[in-house]
């Protein structure tokens, strides 16, 4: 048998039932089978995967690789490690992807080699206003950069594809990023510091299952914040300079939901929780830096 073309990075971490549905949906794709490998890396959970990937063995080239407890950005460099395939495709065990999703990344990915090739991601949860604005919040990042620079300037990591030796050569994802905050971004601005590209695949498409509430979402907004301290100091010790948003970047975050085609009550709802969102990401931001004024050394 060839070796696989692709593999997909999967970080899990305690959610077999969300795992069960993303491993169905790469049972989906309309790859061949053989032509990919899923690597689905458990980030130590206190539950046993085996019975959980068990039935799927027989449907896709499929390893459960285990370590302790170190984050997702470590997870995905593990299974990277791991890989046989030329190229790597990451998504979380809280994301299904469109069957055409590997296709159209494999297909990107051909035309730009050198790139990190980002594709779209969609809440699945349409009748959760916090996943809805979680989300809202990635796609108006992506229209903001790409309209400032006429390019994609980050991509998330539960959807984007690299070549693998590139992917090793610069070192992966950050390990300094211990929570799901900040690791994509400083890889892609990383990334593009090298001198190369990221490229979107609109069509490639993943539909995330990111249940939140108001805790959960303020949680999610808060690791932001201190992802972004992390982001900010990586970034001034390889000489990158600071950046600053202008006040129209925020102004224009706020009024996204309202120029969406929804309800005004549930636009209005939506513009309140980037409000909220920006309030706990300064929050984890001065948290984060206060934790780090205070570490010994």
Not at 220 to 234: E, I, K, W
């Amino acid at each position: 048998m060839s070796a696989p073309t692709a593999s997909i990075v999967v970080p899990t971490f305690d959610r077999p039932d969300r795992l069960t549905e993303c491993l169905e949906g790469l049972c989906a794709l309309d790859a061949d089978r053989h032509s990919f490998e899923v690597l689905v890396v458990d980030d130590g959970s206190t539950l046993d995967l085996k019975p959980t990937l068990q039935p799927y063995r027989k449907r896709l080239e499929l390893q459960l690789i285990r370590q302790q407890n170190a984050g997702p950005a470590a997870a995905r460099n593990t299974g990277a490690h791991h890989a046989a395939g030329d190229v790597l495709a990451f998504t979380d065990d809280d994301c299904v992807p469109d069957p055409g999703w590997l296709s159209e990344l494999l297909r990107c990915h051909q035309k730009h080699a050198t790139a990190i090739v980002g594709g779209r991601t969609i809440n699945a949860l349409r009748d959760n206003l916090f996943a809805e604005a979680s989300q809202d919040l990635v796609a108006y990042l992506y229209d903001y950069y790409a309209g400032v620079s006429g390019s994609a300037a980050f991509f998330t990591s539960n959807n984007l594809m690299v070549g693998r030796e590139m992917f090793l050569a610069l070192g992966g994802f950050s390990t300094r990023f211990r929570l799901a905050a900040g690791e994509d971004r400083e890889l892609c601005d990383r990334w593009l510091a090298h001198g190369h590209t990221l490229h979107y695949a609109e069509r490639a498409v993943i539909r995330h299952y990111h249940g939140l509430d108001l805790r959960r979402f303020w949680r999610q907004h808060l690791n932001y914040g201190r992802g972004a301290f992390h982001f900010h100091t990586v970034r001034r010790e390889r000489g990158g300079q600071r950046t600053m948003e202008p006040a129209s970047f925020y102004l224009q975050l706020l009024l996204y939901p309202l120029r969406q085609r929804r309800p005004v009550a549930r636009a209005v709802a939506g513009a309140g929780l980037m409000a909220l969102s920006q309030a706990a990401n300064a929050a984890g931001y001065f948290q984060e830096k206060r934790a780090a004024h205070t570490r010994p050394g």
